[in-house]
Nanobody
Framework: QVQLVESGGGLVQAGGSLRLSCAAS????????MGWFRQAPGKEREFVAG????????TYADSVKGRFTISRDNDKNTVYLQMNSLRPEDTAVYYC?????????????????WGQGTQVTVST
């Protein structure tokens, strides 16, 4: 059974940084693409960033491009999201997800497993 456990969320002032981590277990981590999504109150879950199985291909939502960086360590079965220059509109619950394929994906339907989420709150 696949388990994804996020950590690193919290409260930060606008302009600050946070690093989210997601530890995976249950199947061969290095075979699958990983992604980060977020959901703000009253809004649909949206794609934030994705990374291919080997880390060589990444993709970002336009709203975070240039500020967020996704990376992975296959030896540690962990994916990261470095978030810089945070804005109040980045406030949301952030979810880690594991795809059913190895190539990078952007839509929720292409991800099999989800973590429980970690809250990120950016104050003005």
């Amino acid at each position: 059974q696949v388990q994804l456990v996020e950590s690193g969320g919290g409260l930060v002032q606008a302009g600050g940084s946070l690093r989210l981590s997601c530890a995976a277990s249950g199947r061969t981590f290095s075979s699958y693409a990983m992604g980060w999504f977020r959901q703000a109150p009253g809004k649909e879950r949206e794609f934030v960033a994705g990374i291919s199985w080997n880390g060589r291909s990444t993709t970002y939502a336009d709203s975070v491009k240039g500020r967020f960086t996704i990376s992975r360590d296959n030896d540690k079965n962990t994916v990261y999201l470095q978030m810089n220059s945070l804005r109040p509109e980045d406030t949301a619950v952030y979810y880690c997800a594991q795809s059913r394929v190895s190539l990078v994906r952007r839509t929720t339907t292409e991800y099999d497993y989800w973590g429980q989420g970690t809250q990120v709150t950016v104050s003005t």
